[in-house]
């Protein structure tokens, strides 16, 4: 039995987790905050997280934000083996790599306006936006997953991440990514939070 709340907002990362929750089909509470409205930061909330975020996740007393963590916490919990490969199988290298990617990479690379500098991306962890969108692209092909045929949480996290990107002309729209995007957008999880995140 799970005891889940998804803390969420509309038009948000919420929609991450919510879209696994929908592909695991297990029950769950929302609390929908209002961030214009400035609900994230109030007391109740940061008691939460600190960080005056959303998403966040409670099960039972095990709290979890962000938005990756949230969906490795749960794929392993309530989805292990089908949407998080096993410790024991070849596929959790690249599930736990392209998991992670997204948020320590994809995003800053993709988001922060830097000029290109050898020596600075050498420096840092995202290195540059060009050498991110060839590693992209590689990992999506050829697909139809980050890990082949098999759908996984790397799909949910990663694939946000360039559904996001696309969305706010982050990322070219090459074929290899509007098509990934086109799937993504066809599952019926995705459809159902999209619904609950964007509105028809
Ligand atoms: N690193 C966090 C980012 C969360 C985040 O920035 N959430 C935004 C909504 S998409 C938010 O809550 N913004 C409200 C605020 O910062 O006041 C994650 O991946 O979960």
């Known amino acids: 039995m799970s005891d889940i709340t998804l803390y969420f907002a509309r038009a948000s990362r919420g929609f991450i987790p919510r879209w696994l929750l929908e592909e695991l089909g297990i029950a769950y509470r929302v609390e929908t905050l209002d961030l214009k409205a400035g609900e994230q930061k109030r007391p109740a909330f940061l008691a939460v997280n600190p960080m005056g975020k959303v998403p966040a996740l409670t099960d039972g007393a ?52 830097e000029p290109r500098d050898p020596k600075a991306a050498s420096g840092r962890g995202w290195g540059d936006r060009e050498a991110v969108v060839g590693a992209l692209r590689g990992a999506l092909t050829p697909g139809p997953w980050l890990l082949g045929d098999a759908f996984s949480a790397a799909d949910v996290v990663l694939g946000s991440t360039v559904s996001f990107a696309l969305l706010n002309a982050r990322l070219p729209p090459e074929p290899v990514f509007a098509a990934y ?11 159902r939070a999209a619904a609950a995140t964007w509105g028809a």
């Open 181 to 191: 995007r086109a799937r993504m957008d066809e599952r019926p999880a995705h459809k």
């Open 62 to 113: 095990v709290v979890v934000t962000e938005a990756a963590a949230i969906c490795l916490y749960l794929a392993d919990r309530y989805g292990y083996g089908s949407l998080a490969p096993r410790v024991d199988d070849p596929a959790r290298g690249p599930y736990l790599r392209w998991s992670l990617f997204a948020s320590a990479v994809v995003e800053p690379a993709l988001w922060l306006d």
